[in-house]
């Protein structure tokens, strides 16, 4: 479905008016309100292929109708989102379940749309239908050299299906682990998977960079091989400089400080990418920005912080992505919530005074470094956001757009109400 440009004018001129006035308040306070702007019109978050139908628990799965049923119902459904807030602009495949039929078609589409390719994701968690080797004790790390075999060819096969595309990096993440006490040797484990992991490093493309992912528990509940940052970091070291830490928001034990992983992986220049979401419990993969906000302000103030001692570039050298699943909204308002939660703390971030943080520190002034930090936190920063897309031109209201026109029932309409997205 394609949404015209007139549409969006249409819809934000009644709200330009009051759009205004919230702009000028906010850019009153700022000092070069261009470059931030800039800022967060560059800024792009890449929207995963399986987040775009109602995933489930193993439970149930409600459907919500209308969902892609294909690659190109994928990019097209990406494809409006970033019409509508012009701040999703790549798209990140799975697979198996995204095999594209026609790369290069594939890649003409995402480009009428202004989508990039961004990390392609291998999956060595399940077993596909017809599949050789299982995976029921894991891939990179198994006893079995056949098994891993096969996982590190199917890593290759998702590069190849990467390069076709015009994608420049792997995310790997494993499952591997156990179960029980006394089930594996560890450092066996370890070691299985590194040589795995060399054997896919090895087949790189020039350009490209492989994340590694680690996440704590599930679906292992006594051991995960690459289950913290600590660990991903051995691997990647060891791997080489086209090897990164992936963080994913989910993957962290309760009340880990993941702003301080971030600010020391930013340090090791070992920070590759990062996988919004949100969480109460553990990976629940909920709206970002929709349980803990203030966590998501703090890595977002050590992302900009790390990233501008480094002279990075924020839209580029990290690789942005959500990873989120719906069990109950419609994945495309989530999706918009999502990247909204995200541009908005981006922009709370970026107004930190680090002038006055770092003469808070350097004075031990530990009232007035809280006082910087939630002022920025406590600044509403919507209008900002707001004015990055309207000169992007994209809707001053994304989600009061998309209610208002109808545009799942559309979807609906043209799809049918019982479609199911691949992914989980
Ligand atoms: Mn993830």
Redesign the pocket.
């Known amino acids: 479905m394609n949404i015209e440009r007139y549409k969006i004018e249409q819809h934000n001129r009644p709200l330009l008016k009051e759009h205004q006035r919230k702009f000028d308040f906010i850019a009153a306070d700022l000092n070069d309100v261009e470059a931030l702007l800039k800022k967060l019109a560059d800024f792009q978050v890449a929207i995963p292929s399986w987040a775009l139908g109602t995933g489930a628990t193993r439970f149930g799965r409600f459907s919500g109708g209308g969902e892609p049923r294909n690659l190109e119902e994928k990019i097209e459904d990406i494809g409006l989102l970033h019409a509508l807030n012009k701040s999703s602009g790549a798209i990140s495949l799975h697979i198996p379940w995204d095999i594209p039929d026609n790369a290069s078609h594939s890649k003409a589409l995402a480009a009428q749309y202004d989508l990039k390719f961004d990390a392609m994701n291998s999956n060595t968690f399940q077993d596909q239908p017809g599949q050789k080797l299982s995976y029921k004790f894991g891939s990179m790390q198994h006893v079995d050299k056949g098994v891993r075999k096969q996982a590190v060819d199917h890593n290759i096969e998702v590069i190849k299906h990467g390069v076709a595309l015009g994608s420049q990096s792997l995310?790997v993440?494993l499952s591997d682990g156990s179960c029980f006490p006394g089930q594996l040797n560890f450092r066996k484990a370890f070691q299985n998977t590194l040589e795995s992991l060399q054997e896919v490093y090895a087949a790189l493309p020039e350009q490209w960079k492989m994340f590694v992912?680690y996440?704590a528990f599930e679906p292992n509940f006594y051991s995960t091989t690459v289950g913290d940052w600590g660990q991903s970091l051995l691997y990647t070291s060891k791997l080489g400089s086209k090897a990164y830490t992936?963080v994913?928001l989910?993957?962290h034990l309760a009340n880990t400080n993941i702003e301080q992983i971030v600010a020391l992986l930013l340090m090791e220049g070992k920070l590759g990418g990062f996988?919004f979401?949100d969480s109460k419990y553990g990976d629940d993969d909920l709206t970002v920005g929709s349980i803990k906000p203030y966590q998501l302000f703090l890595i977002f103030n050590e992302l900009v912080e790390g990233m501008d001692a480094k002279a990075m570039n924020h839209a580029t050298d990290l690789g942005w992505?959500i990873?989120a699943s719906h069990n109950v909204k419609d994945p495309l308002e989530d999706l918009l919530q999502s990247v909204e939660a995200i541009m908005i703390t981006y922009a709370q971030a970026l107004l930190v005074d680090r002038k006055k943080l770092t003469e808070a520190q350097i004075n031990n002034d530990v009232v007035t470094a809280q006082e910087i930090l939630q002022q920025a936190f406590r600044t509403d920063t919507r209008a900002l956001v707001a004015e990055a897309r309207l000169r992007s031109g994209a809707s001053l209201q994304p989600l009061t757009f998309y209610r208002s026109e109808k545009i799942r029932d559309r979807l609906i309409k043209e799809r049918g109400a019982e479609t199911v997205a691949t992914g989980l």
């Open positions: 995310t993440w992912e996440k992936l994913d989910g993957h996988h979401n992505m990873d």
